[in-house]
């Protein structure tokens, strides 16, 4: 059984790193919120007025605007695809994908777990990562890679050959829908289930099937603490990007999960930023 103390003692390092970058790099969060709002307004914003971090969202801001003066938002617009690949990239990316597949695995191995669940894998890029780590610890314990999109399996697979001595499944599961049998079938517990950016995606509801395939959870994903939502929220909001609301979360993840720990908690005390970003919870 995991017990909080044990674990902030394993995470204190990678704890150390992730809330030494995000209060470096966040601390003028509100700058970013007031740009949002004038470029709502149709003001002009030049990206030098803005922290670097946000320079991602800045772009995706502009791309969303233009759009809806030109009718409304198309995902075939090629933009769309370079602003993808452009933000995997980004140092915050990195260290928020590496932050989450470190503490899953170092869950799994607490919690001698038999199958790792990544849900909504995307471009693989969680899936490659713990890859690599288990590879480079010489562990192998099961991975099932999921999405709601074939395509994005049919994709992820191929991880397959760059891995031979690692166990990679996939399986299609929308996370609004319970897990179907062919799912259960193919897990034994301890079972670790770990996403980013993916639930932001789906309703609430996807907490509840979440809860009966998994142990322990790693959800990388903003979850709004305060209630305060800016231009760039709305903005999103418009790409399907739904704001999580943690008072609509917590219970949720406490119906399961009894034991949560929030993991980058200071971060948003210290700057007021409205959103955590990484949550870890286990039976
Ligand atoms: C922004 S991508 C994130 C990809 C990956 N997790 C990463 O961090 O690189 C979101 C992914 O969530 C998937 N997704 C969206 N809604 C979903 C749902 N209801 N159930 C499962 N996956 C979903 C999408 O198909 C997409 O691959």
């Known amino acids: 059984m995991i ?3 044990d674990l902030e003692e ?7 790193r992730y809330i030494s970058f995000m209060l470096e790099n966040l601390k003028d969060w509100r700058l970013w919120a007031e740009a949002s709002q004038k470029m709502a307004d149709g003001k002009k914003v030049n990206k030098e007025e803005i922290p670097d971090f946000f320079h991602t969202e800045y772009e995706w801001a502009k791309i969303v605007l233009d759009m809806e003066d030109q009718g409304g938002f198309n995902w075939q617009d090629p933009r769309i695809a370079n602003l993808f690949a452009a933000a995997a990239q980004t140092p915050f990316y990195k260290l928020w994908g590496d932050t989450i597949t470190e503490i899953s695995l170092l869950l799994a191995e607490m919690a001698g777990a038999k199958t790792l669940i990544e849900i909504g894998a995307g471009r693989g890029n969680l899936t490659r990562d713990m890859l690599i780590k288990m590879s480079s610890k010489n562990i192998s314990v099961p991975l099932l890679a999921s999405d709601a999109n074939e395509a994005v399996l049919n994709n992820v697979v191929k991880l397959r050959d760059e891995f031979p001595n690692q166990q990679l499944q996939t399986h299609l599961w929308d996370v609004n829908n319970v897990p179907d049998d062919g799912l259960k079938k193919q897990i034994k517990g301890p079972v670790v289930l770990y ?6 995606y789906a309703t609430y509801g996807c907490l509840e099937n979440i809860g009966q395939v998994a142990d322990m959870i790693v959800l990388g994903d903003y979850f709004n603490c305060t209630g305060e939502l800016f231009a760039y929220d709305t903005m999103f ?22 034991n949560q720990y929030v993991f980058d908690r200071e971060v948003h005390d210290s700057t007021g930023l409205p959103n955590i970003s990484l949550v870890i919870a286990w039976k």
């Open 237 to 258: 909001d418009k790409i399907g990007v739904k704001p999580l609301f943690y008072k609509d979360v917590e219970p949720l993840i406490l119906k399961y999960f009894p």
């Open 3 to 5: 017990n909080t103390k």
């Open 10 to 16: 394993k995470l204190s390092k990678v704890q150390e």
């Open 195 to 200: 996403e980013r950016a993916s639930i932001t």
